[in-house]
């Protein structure tokens, strides 16, 4: 018979062990402590490659700039697609929304109502291509894999519609202004501060909300999910939707960024997206995901684009070296969920 523990002598401690679910956190919190600090290693060792090899140029202020606002727009994107892995699903046809929500926006007649006009057709865009998504997805029971393929085909076709493989312009002045280095707030560009806000509430979300635990756990198991009394379904629909809004906001900025509207905007952009969020630690196969990672990874894709850029290598090595990166992020991923 096992004998009762003993009371504690005057003047000692008594030592108990955190409970089980407490201990959990902490190992998680740790391990994405040490993942964060990686990828910022890796980003520091970039830019000390980038000014080994271009000083003069790579550490230029302008050049820094360039970089951060190339990651703002894909950086947007990379958010949305965050969730969407976080919970168990994937978002193929992210880059054919932007180039449909930009063209649809740049339109003559869409820029007749000015620069409000130009932001609401974006958004609206691609909050309406994330809800045909999210039903077909979530009540049409369809593989997130095929909707957002078909979405990604469908897309591009009606976005080449529209212009008619031609460039459409922006003439509206105060989209155009936000380009120059005029509305610059304190040598920060608008559309980095865009991102840095789209950052901090998708961290909110996913983080402090019923919203976001509601997602992991989708992600994590979404059967025992429904015995939680989660309606999956809807929370798929409202993920998905995140996403299409995302995409309407990355695409206003790339109107921003270019001034102009073409159907090859956004190429590839679901790779980026991809890419970055499984770089920056979210799982693949849900339950588990980061916004700061993804930020992280987005950074580090874009500041190899343009050390690549600035060395004069060929894009085709650009896309072999993400492609790479890719398969070490998985393969890794996939030893540490064996050992825990």
Do not use: H
Request: aromatic content about 6%; some cysteine.
């Amino acid at each position: 018979m096992t004998q009762p523990a003993s009371p504690p002598r005057p003047g000692e401690t008594l030592k108990t062990s955190p409970p089980d679910g407490i201990a959990s956190w902490r190992t998680l919190a740790a391990r994405a402590d040490v993942r964060t600090l990686s990828l910022l290693g890796v980003l520091a060792a970039l830019i000390v490659i980038g000014g080994i090899t271009k000083p003069d140029e790579f550490l230029d202020t302008r050049n820094l700039q360039l970089v951060l606002t190339q990651a703002s727009v894909i950086g947007v994107v990379t958010v949305g697609m965050t969730f969407v892995i976080t919970s168990g699903g994937i978002d193929l046809s992210v880059g054919a929304i932007v180039a449909l929500s930009s063209v649809w926006a740049t339109t003559v007649a869409t820029q007749e109502y000015g620069f409000a006009g130009v932001l609401f057709t974006a958004v609206l865009v691609g909050v309406g291509c994330g809800l045909v998504n999210g039903l077909l997805i979530a009540y049409g029971a369809m593989v997130p894999f095929i909707a957002t393929l078909a979405m990604l085909a469908s897309a591009r076709g009606l976005a080449l519609q529209i212009t008619d493989g031609k460039t459409q312009i922006v003439t509206i002045d105060g989209i155009l202004k936000l380009g120059e280095r005029d509305s610059y707030v304190l040598g920060i560009p608008p559309l980095v501060l865009v991102f840095a806000v789209v950052t901090v509430i998708g961290w909110l979300i996913l983080n402090r909300t019923t919203f976001g635990r509601r997602t992991v756990a989708v992600g994590g198991n979404a059967e025992a999910a429904r015995l939680a009394g989660i309606d999956v379904r809807r929370q798929r629909l409202y993920l998905y939707l995140l996403s299409g809004l995302c995409c309407g906001i990355a695409a206003f900025l790339l109107i921003i960024l270019s001034g102009s509207g073409q159907n090859t905007n956004g190429n590839l952009y679901e790779l980026d997206a991809i890419a970055a969020a499984i770089i920056g630690g979210t799982l693949l196969s849900g339950g588990r995901g980061t916004i700061t990672g993804s930020v992280l990874g987005v950074l580090i894709f874009t500041t190899i684009t343009n050390i690549f850029a600035l060395n004069n290598l060929q894009s085709d090595v650009q896309q072999i070296a993400k492609g790479a990166i890719i398969v070490a992020a998985v393969l890794v991923q996939r030893r540490t969920a064996s050992t825990t």
